[in-house]
């Protein structure tokens, strides 16, 4: 019997070997490297010098940083109620019996499938100042007199990227509510139907509270990936104007850029940890760590 | 009106206002790729129909637009490609031999892919140039495959384990060996699955961003959305035109595949996430 045992484990390790060694090699390390990295003074061009916190000192005096990390929350905070509302209403679309059922899931779909630097691009311009959509349709409905600058204030600007951005990643959060929805068992329904219950008291008695658990989990994702946001700001907004839209990934990439990879690291690192107790937070509201797979 | 017509109405108005809402930027992109000048609207002139912007990002080789695209989908092909032989491999591993440690995996899984990519980034740089990897494919196939094999492991673990064991079980007395089990017995009955971690893992690597941007100067492994977003007029002045046929080229093999492979797309994304 042990025979087989031993068998299975030469097999497993031979099975699992690839997965390990390339997550190894291309995300562990990094993150411990940028983990130690953090508290170097490590500059292009300069001796590498251990210096322990003083990164991490340096980033709380630092304006720049400060003004990314509320920038960054702020969006979250915005943003994500707004998709997961939104993709709530998208989800209870899809999930209703029409015809043409299937392209309307496809139609969804494709913001999120088509890449954020396109994206980027395609608002950039309904935004352009002079000639973008959005101030043609402003200025012909009459909503405004004058031309919106949109990416040229601090204020039009966040609301620029938090619309693109609700539009890229409202349907990813559909997606996943549509399959909580799927998951309610239609003789509840069906049951609160014959009790002649109105349509929201059915959404708020039965729908929601079974949904919760999938809510949290659409938050989570949500929640983890605006915190990383980067590519869509990147070229919509340049992280402009004077570093009202650069966010925290946004700020680390510069000092990359720039050749600093001790501060750039330690910046990294602070995303980190907001993400990780932010997660934590998630998975203590929702309880859904329960083990099954 | 009864309940029952309010409700149908709702239910267009809500469908209507969603596919508009989800699909007119696309037209606005499409509208100006094929005009004559990006500013037309607010000029009160009249559309006027042409490709020449279509010509000039697929024939103009200074622009390197088909470098991008043919990078792009030879990148994203390998990636996904490895994706799937990797992962699929580690999740027979997990739902079908007893080894010690099988949850720990999947949970370390789970918690790699939290990591933000800009943690990575900075280190992959000085890695990759210590190896005189810049502007190499493999210097972006490696990472985008670790990147996305924790996602392509939920997912086929969970078509996996759905697979009754007595299948495997039959091909095992049978005298098959494992691999021949995996690849005869599960992966064509998996295929669904396996077909949703191909489509993802190539959307993936497709899109990805931060990484490509990084770790290409120029257009000897430059991506397309590297491209499109430093896409640079020769005269100062941004040539919406071309950027936007790039767009509409770029787009399209996406769309293409999102309309064709809905429901793939849509189970292997619930699939991970849900499970997770």
């Known amino acids: 019997m042990s025979d087989i045992t031993d068998k299975e484990i030469k097999a497993a390790c031979v099975f699992i070997s690839p997965l390990i060694v390339l997550i190894f090699l291309f995300i562990l390390v990094p993150v411990l490297g940028t983990l130690l990295n953090s508290m170097f003074q490590d500059v292009a061009f300069l001796d590498k010098q251990f210096v322990f916190l003083r990164n991490f000192r340096q980033l709380f005096a630092d304006s720049g940083f400060r003004q990314a990390l509320k920038f960054t929350l702020l969006f979250v905070l915005v943003s994500v109620p707004i998709e997961i509302v939104l993709g709530m209403a998208f989800a209870m679309l899809m999930n209703t019996h029409i015809p043409l059922r299937g392209l309307l899931r496809a139609c969804v779909l494709i913001p999120w499938a088509i890449p954020a630097a396109v994206s980027g691009r395609i608002w950039e311009l309904i935004y352009n100042y002079s000639y973008g959509l959005a101030n043609f349709i402003f200025t012909e409905l009459g909503i405004t007199t004058e031309p919106v600058n949109w990416l040229g204030t601090s204020l039009g600007a966040f609301i620029a990227v938090v619309i693109a951005d609700v539009w890229k990643t409202t349907p990813f959060a559909a997606i996943i509510l549509l399959a909580g929805l799927q998951a309610i068992p239609v003789e509840l329904l069906n049951q609160a139907r014959v009790d002649r219950a109105n349509f929201l008291q059915v959404f708020y008695k039965v729908v929601l509270p079974l949904m919760k658990p999938i809510i949290i989990v659409a938050l989570l994702f949500r929640t983890i990936d605006g915190l990383r946001v980067f590519d869509l700001i990147y070229v919509l907004s340049g992280g402009g104007p004077g570093g009202a839209t650069t966010s925290i990934s946004h700020y680390a990439y510069k000092y990359f850029l720039g050749g600093d990879f001790g501060y750039g690291s330690a910046v990294s690192v602070i995303l980190f940890m907001i993400a990780f107790l932010l997660s934590v937070f998630y998975v203590k509201a929702g309880r859904f760590m329960t083990g099954q797979v | ?276």
């Not at chain 2, 939920?154 to 009754?164: D, E, G, N, T």
């Not at chain 2, 089990?181 to 971690?197: D, R």
Request: with cysteine.
């Open chain 2, 1 to 276: 009106m009864s309940e029952n017509t309010v409700r149908n109405w709702l239910v267009l108005a809500g469908i209507v206002f969603c596919l508009a809402f989800c699909l007119f930027p696309f037209i606005y992109m499409l509208v100006i790729s094929l005009s004559t000048r990006a500013d037309f609207l607010s000029q009160r002139a009249s559309f006027k129909f042409t490709l020449d912007n279509f010509n000039a990002v697929l024939t103009d080789g200074s622009l390197h637009f088909p470098d991008y695209l043919r990078n792009s989908f030879l990148i994203s092909l390998a990636s996904a490609f490895f994706c799937v032989v990797i992962a699929s491999l580690a999740a027979y591993a997990i739902t079908r031999l007893q080894f010690p440690g099988r949850m720990s995996l999947l949970f370390f899984a789970l918690a790699v892919s939290m990591f933000p990519q800009i943690g990575l980034v900075g280190y992959l740089f000085k890695f990759m140039t210590r190896l005189g990897w810049i502007n190499t494919y493999q210097a972006l196939v490696l990472p985008y495959t670790a990147w996305i094999l924790p996602l392509s492991l939920w997912i086929l673990v969970s078509y996996f384990s759905q697979i009754p064991r007595e299948l495997d079980k039959a091909a095992l007395v049978d005298g098959c060996t494992y691999r021949q089990i995996l690849c005869k017995v599960i992966l064509p009955v998996a295929a669904p699955g396996v077909l949703s971690v191909f489509l993802l893992s190539f959307i993936f690597a497709f899109n990805e961003f931060m990484f490509a941007l990084m770790l290409t100067t120029d257009y000897r492994a430059r991506t397309v959305p590297v491209g499109i977003a430093l896409f640079q007029g020769l005269h100062g002045q941004t040539p919406w035109g071309n950027i936007m046929a790039a767009s509409v080229v770029t787009t399209l093999p996406i769309v293409i595949l999102t309309l064709v492979f809905q429901r793939h797309i849509m189970a292997g994304l619930t699939r991970g996430a849900v499970k997770g």
